[in-house]
Nanobody
Framework: QVQLTVSGGGLVQTGGSLRLSCAASGRTFLSYVMGWFRQAPGKEREFVAALRWSGDSTYYADSVKGRFTISRDNAKNTVYLQMNSLKAEDTAVYYC??????????????????WGQGTQVTVSS
């Protein structure tokens, strides 16, 4: 049974940092794309960042480029989202997803097969 366990959310002030973790289990993810999405109140879920378990490809939304970094620890089967210089508009529930996805679809949440539970990130000004 595939399971994505998300942790690391919380409350932080503007300009602060948080690191989210997504621990994957239940299958081999070497061919998968792992992605982070977020959903703010009253808004649709939006793409944040993604990477492939194999290789060096990473993908970012324009709104987080230069501030967020996605990375992985193969030994721990865990994907991270390091979030720096946080802004109030980063406040949202953050989700981790996994899927067998072509590059052109990594920002499309519908392409993901598995999702973890969300974690709340609140940035106070």
């Amino acid at each position: 049974q595939v399971q994505l366990t998300v942790s690391g959310g919380g409350l932080v002030q503007t300009g602060g940092s948080l690191r989210l973790s997504c621990a994957a289990s239940g299958r081999t993810f070497l061919s998968y794309v792992m992605g982070w999405f977020r959903q703010a109140p009253g808004k649709e879920r939006e793409f944040v960042a993604a990477l492939r378990w194999s290789g060096d490809s990473t993908y970012y939304a324009d709104s987080v480029k230069g501030r967020f970094t996605i990375s992985r620890d193969n030994a721990k089967n865990t994907v991270y989202l390091q979030m720096n210089s946080l802004k109030a508009e980063d406040t949202a529930v953050y989700y981790c997803g996994a899927g067998l996805i072509f590059n052109q679809y990594v920002a499309n949440g519908r392409a993901y097969n598995y999702w973890g539970q969300g974690t709340q990130v609140t940035v106070s000004s």
